[in-house]
C-alpha cells in the first residue's frame, strides 16, 4: 500500500483540519454525493465510518441567543428551553439521530421558538474510506491528508482528530462561505448546500474566542417551521446530525479526505 498527501482541506460548517486551523472551502458553492468516481479538482461527500464529538448543550430560543454584538450566549434574555446539559444528565456523544424531550418540570413560556443551538466540544474524531474502480483510498491517523490508497478493501480506515481555529485561516482571506463579509477569526454566517447556519469559538469560560484557546464550538440554526409552546406542550425534538466527510481529487487519485460541514436539523414532535 501507498500513501498518498494531497491539498490542504477545508472549513467545517465546521472545517476542521489537523494542523488546527480552517482553511476556506473548495470554490464549488454545492458540493454533491460522490458518485464512485474521483473527483476532478473538487469535492464530493461521504457518510463517515466513525464521527465523535461531544455534545456539551442544546437550548431552543424565542430569540437569537448569540447575536454578532455579544462575546456570549444570553440564554435568559432570548427566553430559550434548555434540553440537554452535560453538566446535569452527563456526557453524551452526538448519534446520527437523537430525541431531547421538553422539561416536564420548566415552566415553559408561551411563544414562538425559532432558533436551536448546540455547544460541542472543539474535537472532532472521524475516520472513512472511498473507492473508486479498483482502488481504494482509506483516512489515517496522520489527518485528512495523509490518507493511504491500495488496490484492495481489507484496509481499516483509521481515526484522525480535528480542532477548529480560524475561520479565516493562516493567511486571513475571506472565507467564500462566511456571509459575514468572509467571517471573523471567531465567527462565521455559514452558507453550504443550501443549509445556513452561525458557527461561533469558544473559550473554556464560553466567552467567543478563536486560536488555539477554542475548547467549544457554538452552531445555531432556525428552526423551520419554528415551533409554538406554552406550558401544557408535551413532546420532543428529534434532531438528525449529518456525518459526511469530503473526498478531494484531482481525477487521478484522491488527495484528501476531511470533515466536511457539519449539520443539523430538528423537528418537533408532539406528544399531545
Same mark, same amino acid.
Given at each position: 500500500?501507498?500513501?498518498?498527501?494531497?491539498?490542504?482541506?477545508?472549513?467545517?460548517?465546521?472545517?476542521?483540519?489537523?494542523?488546527?486551523?480552517?482553511?476556506?472551502?473548495?470554490?464549488?458553492?454545492?458540493?454533491?454525493?460522490?458518485?464512485?468516481?474521483?473527483?476532478?479538482?473538487?469535492?464530493?461527500?461521504?457518510?463517515?465510518?466513525?464521527?465523535?464529538?461531544?455534545?456539551?448543550?442544546?437550548?431552543?430560543?424565542?430569540?437569537?441567543?448569540?447575536?454578532?454584538?455579544?462575546?456570549?450566549?444570553?440564554?435568559?434574555?432570548?427566553?430559550?428551553?434548555?434540553?440537554?446539559?452535560?453538566?446535569?444528565?452527563?456526557?453524551?456523544?452526538?448519534?446520527?439521530?437523537?430525541?431531547?424531550?421538553?422539561?416536564?418540570?420548566?415552566?415553559?413560556?408561551?411563544?414562538?421558538?425559532?432558533?436551536?443551538?448546540?455547544?460541542?466540544?472543539? !474535537?472532532? *474524531?472521524?475516520?472513512?474510506?472511498? =473507492?473508486?474502480? /479498483?482502488?481504494?483510498?482509506? $483516512? &489515517? #491517523?496522520?489527518?485528512? !491528508?495523509? *490518507?493511504?490508497?491500495?488496490?484492495? =478493501?481489507?484496509? /481499516?480506515?483509521?481515526?484522525? $482528530? &480535528? #480542532?477548529?481555529?480560524?475561520?479565516?485561516?493562516?493567511?486571513?482571506?475571506? =472565507?467564500?462561505?462566511?456571509?459575514?463579509?468572509?467571517?471573523?477569526?471567531?465567527?462565521?454566517?455559514?452558507?453550504?448546500?443550501?443549509?445556513?447556519?452561525?458557527?461561533?469559538?469558544?473559550?473554556?469560560?464560553?466567552?467567543?474566542?478563536?486560536?488555539?484557546?477554542?475548547?467549544?464550538?457554538?452552531?445555531?440554526?432556525?428552526?423551520?417551521?419554528?415551533?409554538?409552546?406554552?406550558?401544557?406542550?408535551?413532546?420532543?425534538?428529534?434532531?438528525?446530525?449529518?456525518?459526511?466527510?469530503?473526498?478531494?481529487?484531482?481525477?487521478?487519485?484522491?488527495?484528501?479526505?476531511?470533515?466536511?460541514?457539519?449539520?443539523?436539523?430538528?423537528?418537533?414532535?408532539?406528544?399531545?
Amino acid at each position: 500500500m501507498k500513501k498518498i498527501s494531497g491539498l490542504n482541506f477545508l472549513l467545517v460548517i465546521l472545517t476542521s483540519i489537523l494542523n488546527l486551523n480552517i482553511k476556506p472551502l473548495y470554490s464549488s458553492s454545492t458540493i454533491l454525493n460522490c458518485s464512485g468516481q474521483i473527483p476532478n479538482k473538487t469535492a464530493c461527500l461521504i457518510e463517515a465510518n466513525s464521527f465523535k464529538v461531544k455534545v456539551r448543550r442544546i437550548d431552543i430560543c424565542q430569540k437569537n441567543p448569540f447575536p454578532s454584538y455579544r462575546s456570549t450566549a444570553d440564554y435568559s434574555g432570548s427566553k430559550c428551553i434548555n434540553l440537554f446539559n452535560e453538566k446535569i444528565t452527563g456526557q453524551n456523544y452526538l448519534e446520527k439521530s437523537k430525541k431531547f424531550n421538553i422539561p416536564k418540570t420548566l415552566f415553559i413560556e408561551k411563544g414562538e421558538y425559532k432558533y436551536i443551538s448546540i455547544i460541542l466540544e472543539n !474535537k472532532f *474524531i472521524v475516520s472513512g474510506k472511498y =473507492n473508486a474502480g /479498483n482502488y481504494f483510498w482509506a $483516512t &489515517s #491517523k496522520e489527518g485528512p !491528508k495523509e *490518507i493511504i490508497q491500495s488496490n484492495n =478493501n481489507i484496509y /481499516n480506515p483509521n481515526e484522525f $482528530t &480535528s #480542532k477548529l481555529t480560524n475561520w479565516r485561516g493562516e493567511k486571513d482571506l475571506d =472565507n467564500k462561505y462566511c456571509e459575514n463579509n468572509g467571517g471573523t477569526s471567531s465567527r462565521c454566517d455559514v452558507q453550504y448546500n443550501g443549509f445556513r447556519m452561525t458557527g461561533v469559538g469558544l473559550d473554556p469560560d464560553f466567552v467567543e474566542t478563536s486560536g488555539k484557546k477554542t475548547k467549544y464550538m457554538f452552531f445555531m440554526s432556525e428552526l423551520s417551521p419554528p415551533v409554538n409552546l406554552n406550558n401544557d406542550s408535551k413532546g420532543f425534538f428529534k434532531i438528525d446530525f449529518k456525518k459526511y466527510l469530503e473526498v478531494y481529487g484531482n481525477k487521478s487519485a484522491v488527495k484528501s479526505i476531511s470533515i466536511a460541514p457539519f449539520q443539523f436539523r430538528a423537528r418537533f414532535i408532539s406528544e399531545k
